[in-house]
């Protein structure tokens, strides 16, 4: 800003106080004081009195081919504009919805007034002013109702020098006539201009870890093992620990609140089908079965299942671990893994035929004296006889070395080798299944690569082959014309439920606890070590018994039938220090918190909550630093479960979607941003599954995930807690109110001053509850929501924290006197 900028503000401002200029002296002592002086519209661009039927036009700024670019309507400055009351006492410049600005009469009459002349020129922009109060707008937009457009109102002169930079980059005569100002000035929210704040790039222990619990150590083996993925070699395992669709079935009758995993529209409408019981392969099996009893070859079947349903594990005891008696006595299998195979088509390719042979090969053929080779390859031997090896003395060295170089080529040629032992176990009476597993790993292209590979093997080897496939990626392969064939060839399986796994498994866990020998497998030899971890289990495996309990709910709803995600999520909190096991050991019994779980599993091994680190997202967090909301997630979930009722989830048209927030808040990158976040992480499901926004995503609906997250954990005051610190914020003022008190906080960890910490935690929460509710307030007035006070998100979060701040400090009191009454005796 120059000195005599400066000093015109400061003049204008001084000589403004008594607001009693006509309209010619405030037109001729502030308005071009303002224009012309400190925004340089050169007066050769500015039309003056300029005749428009039935009246004149106060000032008309031209392009430079003489169109006109922005009306301004000047009245004297005793016309006052009420304006709606500041959010904030200093502030001098806002967005503020024009329907609430036609509530004042003065405003109304002049916008009207200057709207006039603006239609009659094609004028798009325009402005009204008092010489204070100035505001702009646009007086038409396509597509909307005027009244629901947003006006950027100037308060007051001090904006043109508390905020010069702003003034001069959006009005000055340049910014309009060249950078086209005016239109980003007024198509966007006022978070376009609003700057974001991290606090954590200010907190400088935020990556401070924190340890694992005291068992954690002696459990770290068992739990990684006995609470992964079950080996291809553990059948013990797999009998012992699988759940069948009917064991989850039968668990979840009468439960209140099931995580429906199930067929979607879009699926039933090729033929998909469900597998009800897995427990003996269901109707796939039979399909199996029947295939190879009536000799039927080259077809592909497809297992759909989500992201971690288990498709693996049931193809494995399929076919591996518990066979049907008649598919172990006539069929040879050969399950391909591609879990940790590089995402390359030709290490794929290759893979897939050394796999293929190796698995066919279970007699070892490829490994006997040349003699059984040759009868392995007899046709290619024929041909050699009567070509490469004709003439030559079967005794003679010549041939020898000839038969041998030929046997090691057609034995490097996998292709043919798989063709060979195909038709040495048909020969057999057996039939072949292949299994191409674990192509989800893969970006889309490599999985429909995939696919083409296994029709590639069942026309080549003329067997059936069974592909396992996400549910998204059936959408794009058939768009995509690589599922043309495909007729009913498609199963279905659903996840279990998460409670369910975890009771197997716990169950199975404790009982090898308890044995001497299978402990020493793991190196846990101490038999007080050994039972400290199996009453440390059992009090957690009586949690999974409770039809309402904190621990199994969170679980399933964060994992949303993702079960590699759910035991992921439970080795976490087993293992996490937050877990507190010595109390739970000391009494013998434990009836879990919601907090006491939320904690462990969202930052297992941090002190402060990282979003990128954890799986469980913030849903307050800004995702488009242009202009978004804290509440643009929240919002979709809520429009979402608009459309559910009691038994069924809608799906709603994302088109639908989108044009509710752009129509209401002009926000369409914001929108795509969050319901990507919520595609993948589950709270919401496209109707063909994909699990990233696309333009292919056509319809969505609220999952039993989202709904907690609306309905429970949004509004919970450790979760509120946990992500306060790794928000954005619109204030800085704010954002450094939360770096100080999570710098007290950190410090009174290290002090162990734990009642302390909990008033620091509470305090900070308290002021991010604030900070929301003037966040919301302020949307609210700003789009004209006309929202009741509790539909806003912010009534049900301040209840909750009114409600549980005081049992949360009360508990913090009883913890610190039995830590005295310990520390005293």
């Not at 088109?655 to 319901?675: G, K, Q």
């Amino acid at each position: 800003m120059s000195k005599d900028d400066i000093e015109i503000v400061k003049s204008l401002i001084v000589e403004s106080q008594t607001r009693n200029r006509n309209e010619a002296t405030t037109r001729h002592q502030i308005i071009d004081s303002i224009i012309h002086d400190l925004l340089k519209w050169p007066r050769n661009r500015t039309e003056t009195e300029e005749y428009i039927a039935p009246g004149f036009a106060d000032y008309v700024l031209k392009k430079a081919n003489g169109d006109d670019l922005l009306f301004i309507e000047a009245k004297k400055e005793g016309v006052y504009f009420e304006l709606p009351s500041a959010y904030r006492g200093n502030e001098t410049s806002s967005y503020i919805g024009i329907a609430k600005l036609l509530t004042d009469g003065n405003i109304k009459a002049a916008m009207n007034q200057v709207r006039t002349y603006c239609f009659d020129t094609g004028c798009e922009h325009a402005c009204i002013t008092n010489g204070h109060e100035w505001i702009f707008f646009k007086t038409f937009e396509k597509g909307k109702k005027w009244e629901t457009l947003n006006a950027f109102v100037v308060r007051s002169l001090n904006f043109f020098s508390d905020e010069y930079t702003k003034a001069v980059n959006s009005l000055s005569f340049s910014s309009i006539t060249e950078r086209m100002s005016l239109a980003s000035l007024l198509s966007v929210s006022p978070a376009k201009d609003r700057a974001i704040f991290y606090p954590k790039e200010k907190i400088s222990s935020y990556s401070y870890s924190i340890s694992a619990n005291k068992l954690a150590g002696t459990l770290r083996p068992i739990i990684n093992y006995y609470f992964g993925v079950i080996g291809d070699d553990d059948t013990e395992f797999m009998d012992k620990c699988y759940v069948s669709q009917r064991d989850y079935h039968q668990t979840s009758e009468g439960m209140r609140t099931i995580l429906h995993d199930s067929l979607t529209p879009y699926f039933e409408e090729y033929g998909v089908q469900q597998l009800d019981d897995t427990g003996k392969g269901g109707r796939l099996g039979g399909r199996i079965t029947k295939n190879i009893k009536h000799g039927r070859r080259n077809e592909v079947l497809i297992l759909f299942g989500g992201k971690g349903s288990g498709k693996s594990t049931f193809i494995k005891r399929l076919l591996f671990h518990k066979p049907p008696r008649w598919l172990q006595d006539h069929a040879t299998t050969a399950i391909i893994d591609l879990l940790n195979i590089p995402e390359d088509r030709r290490v794929i390719r290759t893979h897939i035929w050394n796999s293929l042979v190796d698995r066919l090969d279970k007699d070892s053929i490829l490994k006997q004296e040349r003699g059984q080779l040759l009868e392995l390859f007899k046709d290619r031997f024929a041909i050699a006889a009567n070509q490469e090896l004709y003439g030559l003395s079967p005794d003679s060295e010549a041939y020898n070395l000839k038969l041998n170089s030929l046997t090691a080529r057609w034995k490097s040629d996998h292709t043919y080798c798989a063709k060979r032992l195909v038709e040495y176990w048909k020969s057999q009476g057996r039939g072949i299944v292949i299994v191409v597993d674990n192509t989800d790993q893969y970006s889309p292209a490599m999985q429909d690569f995939c696919f083409s590979s296994a029709q590639e093997i069942s026309n080549a080897l003329e067997c059936m082959t069974i592909i396992s496939m996400r549910e998204e990626r059936f959408y794009n392969s058939k768009i995509h014309g690589l599922l043309d064939a495909f007729q009913n060839s498609g199963f279905h399986i659903s996840s279990p439920k998460p409670a369910e796994v975890f009771r197997k498994r716990l169950d199975y866990t404790i009982s090898l606890l308890n044995s001497d020998r299978r402990r020493a497998r793991f190196g846990l030899i101490d038999p007080v070590h050994a039972r400290e971890c199996c009453r440390y289990l059992r009090i957690i495996l009586r949690e999974f018994a409770a039809e309402r309990s904190p621990l199994g709910s969170f679980l399933t709803a964060c994992a949303h039938g993702d079960t590699r995600l759910s035991l992921d999520l439970f080795r976490s909190f087993v293992l996490s220090g937050y877990t507190n096991v010595d109390e739970m050991l000391a009494t013998g019994h434990w009836s879990f918190q919601i907090h006491q779980v939320i904690k462990p599993v969202m930052i297992p091994t941090r002190y402060f909550y990282d979003e990128s680190l954890s799986n469980i997202p913030n849903i307050y967090q800004v995702r488009y630093s242009r202009n978004g909301s804290h509440y643009t997630a929240l919002r979709i979930l809520r429009r979402l479960i608009k459309a559910t009722n009691a038994s069924n989830h809608a799906y709603v048209a994302v088109a639908e979607l989108m044009s509710y927030f752009v129509e209401t808040f002009a926000m369409p990158d914001d929108f795509v941003a969050n319901i990507d976040m919520l595609l993948k992480h589950g709270f919401i499901e496209a109707s063909n599954r994909i699990d990233e926004y696309t333009p292919s995503v056509d319809s969505v609906k609220i999952t039993n995930y989202g709904t907690y997250m609306l309905s429970n954990l949004s509004s919970d005051l450790t979760y509120l807690d946990l992500v306060s610190t790794d928000c954005g914020f619109f204030s800085e003022l704010f954002t450094n109110q939360v770096v100080d008190a999570a710098k007290r906080e950190f410090g009174l960890f290290t002090r162990r001053e734990r009642l302390e910490r909990v008033k620091v935690r509470l305090e900070r929460i308290g002021d991010f509850v604030k900070y929301l509710e003037e966040e919301e307030a302020r949307e609210k007035d700003f789009y004209s929501l006309g929202m009741a006070p509790d539909d806003m998100f912010t009534y049900k979060i301040r209840s909750m924290y009114e409600a549980e701040q005081h049992r949360v400090l009360d508990s913090a009191r009883r913890q610190r006197h039995k830590y005295d009454t310990h520390r005293s005796s």
